[in-house]
Nanobody, 123 residues
Framework: QVQLVESGGGWVQAGGSLRLSCEAP????????MGWFRQAPGKEREFVAA????????YYADSVKGRFTISRTNHKNTVYLQMKSLKPEDTAVYYC????????????????WGQGTQVTVSS
């Protein structure tokens, strides 16, 4: 079992930045693909970004390309999502997830999920 704990969410004005963190306390996730997803009220959970276990390759949803950056530090068991130029439509609960497979954008392929952290962007 892998426990994931997100932090860093909050309220920000449009155009601002936030950095989300996802930690796996007491468990190494260096061999897992890590992803970020988000879910706005009344909408399905959607893919945001993913990173390979080595950190060499990243994948992004078109809606966040050029604004969000996913990274990881395996020795700290932590994954980050740097978010810049935030828009009101980025408002959602953001979830961190882990899988040992290679289906980066498919939320049904992720085995472990955090509880989520709220991000609110005001116009």
């Amino acid at each position: 079992q892998v426990q994931l704990v997100e932090s860093g969410g909050g309220w920000v004005q449009a155009g601002g930045s936030l950095r989300l963190s996802c930690e796996a306390p007491g468990r190494t996730v260096s061999s897992y693909v890590m992803g970020w997803f988000r879910q706005a009220p009344g909408k399905e959970r959607e893919f945001v970004a993913a990173i390979t276990w080595s950190g060499v390759r990243q994948y992004y949803a078109d809606s966040v390309k050029g604004r969000f950056t996913i990274s990881r530090t395996n020795h700290k068991n932590t994954v980050y999502l740097q978010m810049k130029s935030l828009k009101p439509e980025d408002t959602a609960v953001y979830y961190c997830a882990a899988q040992r497979d290679l289906y980066y954008t498919d939320r049904f392929r992720y085995d472990y999920w955090g509880q989520g952290t709220q991000v609110t962007v005001s116009s």
